[in-house]
């Protein structure tokens, strides 16, 4: 079995900066693409930005600029730089990953989200 665990999230100001994290553990083999998502209330879920397990990244319009997705591979674990925070960036925002088990099954994986909320 494969857990995420998100940490990181708050109030901050508009502006301001948020540090997001997330940790797989579990039986894992390999992770393939890390990706943070984020849901606005009465809104869908969408996809923020993207990293490969080689590094490469992509991200939504509304981040470029402002947002980085890195991670450490050693530790099975992704990050979220969120600089210039808006308003309209307040979200629950969720990380998720494409792993490969140990048994050699593969799945995605989602975590439980952390809430950001840009207020002043």
């Known amino acids: 079995q494969v857990q995420l665990v998100e940490s990181g999230g708050g109030l901050v100001q508009p502006g301001g900066s948020l540090r997001l994290s997330c940790a797989a553990s579990?039986?894992?083999?390999?992770?393939?693409?890390m990706n943070w998502y984020r849901q606005a209330p009465g809104k869908q879920r969408e996809l923020v930005a993207t990293?490969?397990?080689?590094?490469?990244?992509t991200y939504d319009d509304s981040v470029k600029g402002r947002f980085t997705i890195s991670r450490e591979n050693a530790k099975n674990t992704v990050y979220l730089q969120m600089n210039s925070l808006k308003s309209e960036d307040t979200a629950v925002y969720y990380c998720?990953?494409?792993?490969?088990?140990?048994?050699?099954?593969?799945?995605?994986?989602w975590g439980q989200g952390t809430q950001v909320t840009v207020s002043s």
């Open positions: 579990g039986t894992i083999f390999r992770i393939n693409n």
């Open positions: 998720n990953a494409d792993v490969v088990t140990r048994v050699l099954l593969r799945n995605v994986y």
């Open positions: 990293i490969t397990s080689g590094g490469s990244t």
